[in-house]
């Protein structure tokens, strides 16, 4: 495993050790202060599962499915293998208390290699990708009323984008409080949101509104080949409740939150998912829900008339909490990268007063605005979304691993072993049905990748670089340390 580097701190005076370089220095130590309680867990957690997929387009799952019957049996059983997935991750987040969810967990199971391609991968693509494309929604959604009836101009959404995740990251650069104030009151917001839809949908079903529930597991309407897709579907709906992991050490007793939140979360978001369905389907048939392009403002519509309009608003705040939550927790990934040796220095380093990890969390906006303002976000996505169930589920198998090659590893929370035999189990199938379903998208995906291997042996195994080189990053890291204000944080 790699060696973490010496934690020698450097003041733009050219001291080390003191605090002569900067005025205004605070006492205490310069660190990552344990801020995120039960409740800002909680929100970090809701608030990055639940995103747009839910208010706009949750048809993946009736189509595949077959029937209205079978797609919430589908909405029920994601849930709970979700559930077993955060399970697994609530036992290595309590046996290893290191910020960094998947590239920490595969560190330890299974060395640096296999953790810098992981690494690689979410660096250069997933990460940047994924945080434009929840942007871009937040980007159209909010600017959606504004122009109604007329469509949004493309450089209007992607000027608001640029803004929102502009904001976004100063907000994370500024404070870790003011983040998770934020984020506990942008959960409120998407709950509030979901309570709008399920409320009516309940009253709506008590009166009687019950036709498009007739007949719910007709069986000739199901189609057993569709229902890997169908859970694909819903696992990706689910998608999120591992980055409370991503800062274990900032979280107040882990032992304790990091399990209670998760068992709280999962069952507030699988209620969600299941109730909201229920809901839409009291005023929309399956094939109607199908033809909308927004499901919550057609419900909003045959329900509630003009304050359909508001639908809109809600979904934007969504999607900026799950930019909020997203940003907060990976930023940590590549703080405990670069604390292992695998990503530049400066990236592990904490600013002097806000206690933030300045460089990593901006580390990732030139390449979210380029991959923004390029056109190619989705097809890059496509290409490597599928290998965010790859490493979860090795980090889950490193998991049954550790179990046999660290049985001394101190295990205060331990699951049954089923649970994560079943879980990786999920995952690897869902890889494989990647590859089975698009086989040149999938392979190019993990071509991308495995780039990660030369660049492993090129950047961190090779220690004979030029003296030049070394000068000028050198030189480069502590420019940047002065610029930023921030120093390695002490032990």
């Known amino acids: ?86 399970l697994s991750y609530a036992e290595l987040g309590t046996s290893i208390k290191k910020s960094g969810g998947h590239y920490t967990y595969i560190l330890e199971a299974f060395g ?49 984008t640029t ?95 990091v399990p209670l939140a998760i068992c709280i979360s999962m069952t507030i978001v699988t209620l969600c998912y299941v109730l909201t369905n229920v809901a839409y389907y009291t005023v929309m048939s399956a094939e109607e829900l199908l033809a909308s392009s927004a499901v919550a403002v057609t419900f909003a519509e045959r329900l509630m008339g003009k304050f359909s309009m508001a639908v809109p608003i809600f979904v934007s705040l969504s999607c900026f909490g799950s930019m909020n939550g997203c940003l907060f927790a990976f930023s940590r990934m590549f703080f405990a990268a670069s604390r292992e040796g695998h990503l530049p220095e400066v990236l592990s380093m904490i600013h002097i007063r806000r206690h933030t990890p300045v460089p990593a969390v901006i580390v990732l906006y030139p390449l979210t605005l380029v991959l923004l303002f390029s056109g190619d976000i989705y097809s890059l996505l496509n290409f490597m ?41 999920t995952c690897f199938f869902m890889v494989f049905l990647s590859l089975y379903s698009d086989l040149v998208t999938t392979g190019i995906g993990f071509a991308i990748s495995l780039t990660g291997i030369p660049a492993y042996y090129i950047f961190i195994v090779f220690d004979r670089k030029p003296k030049w080189l070394l000068k000028l990053s050198d030189s480069i890291n502590r420019s940047l340390q002065i610029i930023m204000e921030v120093v390695p944080p002490e032990h």
């Open 1 to 86: 495993m790699c060696t973490r580097r010496s934690p020698h701190l450097v003041f733009p005076s050219g001291n080390t050790g003191t605090q002569d370089g900067w005025k205004n220095v605070p006492e205490g130590k310069v660190e990552l202060r344990k801020k995120v309680t039960l409740l800002r867990g909680i929100s970090i957690i809701i608030g990055t599962i639940i995103g747009a997929g839910i208010f706009i387009s949750p048809k993946g799952i009736i189509k595949n499915s077959g029937s209205v019957g079978m797609s919430l049996v589908v909405w029920i059983a994601c849930g709970v293998l979700s559930l077993f997935g955060a």
């Open 385 to 425: 979304s599928f290998l965010r169930w790859l490493f979860i589920g090795v980090a889950v198998l490193g998991l049954i691993y550790m179990r046999y090659t660290r049985p001394e590893l101190h295990r205060p929370f331990k699951v049954p072993i089923f649970i994560p035999a079943v879980f990786s189990f």
């Open 112 to 160: 640096p290699l296999a953790a810098f391609v992981q690494l690689w991968a979410d660096l250069i693509a997933i990460r940047p990708a994924g945080l434009a494309v929840i942007s871009l929604a937040f980007g159209r959604y909010i600017l959606e009323p504004i122009f109604m009836p007329c469509g949004v101009p493309e450089l209007a959404i992607k000027l608001t």
């Open 163 to 257: 803004l929102g995740i502009t904001s976004v990251i100063y907000l994370n650069s500024m404070s870790v409080s003011w983040t998770a104030r934020l984020q506990i009151f942008l959960t409120g917001c998407k709950l509030l949101a979901v309570g709008i839809i399920i409320v009516p949908g309940l009253y709506q079903l008590f009166k009687g509104e019950t036709k498009n529930f007739q007949n719910a597991f007709e069986l000739q309407s199901v189609d057993l080949a569709g229902f890997p897709l169908a859970f694909y579907s819903g696992m990706y709906a689910y998608a999120g409740w591992f980055y409370l992991n991503f800062v274990t050490e900032e979280v107040e007793n882990p032992e304790r939150t």
